[in-house]
């Protein structure tokens, strides 16, 4: 158990460590030829950029659950100090074998919420893709990202929409080996305008919360997308 009252067990880093196993490499250049890109929804080359988080050169942004590192390695392109926090060391294998020749890129392994409550940064945008924004309480998140951001500085946040009916805590299953049971572990669903009031209640304004339409095609499942200042 962490100073947050958040547990972190080896069982969390090792089912995203699964998980991540089976996901590819971001490919070498997008549809633009772009070599890093950023991407807040699950399709390729749609949805907004990193122009959301409103960073300049030589800024901080933080990213909670960075993966394979692609969106900060984006970042870090860009002039920005991009940091990045993940649960699991294959990933950040990944993101250090493909970035390896990006400056301005730091990684660090562990629970995201813990990282906040010890790092002396205070940053001028703190993000989550699909990643531990979706997965951390956000009664205990909000709070500690609010007090680890700038005044005026950006929080947003995207993650798959929840199912109707289906809000507040929620497990996800995160496959295992194949004779292991799936690990569990919770995520947070909400419908866009209660995302909106909880930020404000935690002190962001200038909150916006909306779902992003699927490009066009067959699939039906948009992006839920939630940003928030934070308002000093």
Not at 107 to 121: F, I, K, M, P, V
Request: hydrophobic share 35%; glycine share 12%.
């Amino acid at each position: 158990m962490n100073e947050n009252g958040t547990e972190v067990s080896d069982t969390r880093s090792a089912a995203w460590d699964e998980y991540a196993q089976t996901k590819p490499q971001r490919r070498t250049t997008n549809a633009r030829g772009e070599s890093t890109w950023f991407n807040w929804t699950q399709y390729a080359d749609h949805g907004p950029g990193a122009d959301v988080l409103a960073l300049k050169p030589g800024e901080t942004a933080l990213d909670l659950g960075c993966g394979a590192g692609g969106n900060a390695a984006h970042l870090a392109s860009l002039g920005v100090r991009a940091v990045g926090i993940d649960l699991s060391p294959k990933q950040l294998a990944k993101a250090r074998d493909r970035w390896s020749d990006v400056d301005g890129m730091e990684l660090h392994q562990g629970d995201a919420l813990a990282y906040l409550g010890e790092t002396y940064t205070v940053f001028d945008a703190i993000y989550s893709v699909f990643g531990a924004g979706w997965f951390s309480d956000p009664g205990l998140l909000l709070p500690i990202v609010h007090a680890n951001l700038k005044p005026g500085g950006v929080f947003a946040f995207s993650q798959r929409p929840p199912v109707e009916g289906c809000y507040g805590c929620q497990a996800s299953y995160i496959p295992r080996g194949p004779d292991e049971d799936p690990a569990v572990v919770k995520r947070w669903d909400y419908e866009p305008d209660v995302w909106a009031l909880i930020l404000k209640e935690h002190g962001y304004v200038d909150v916006s919360a909306s779902v992003i339409a699927p490009p066009p095609g067959t699939r039906r499942t948009g992006t839920l997308f939630v940003r928030g200042v934070q308002g000093g």
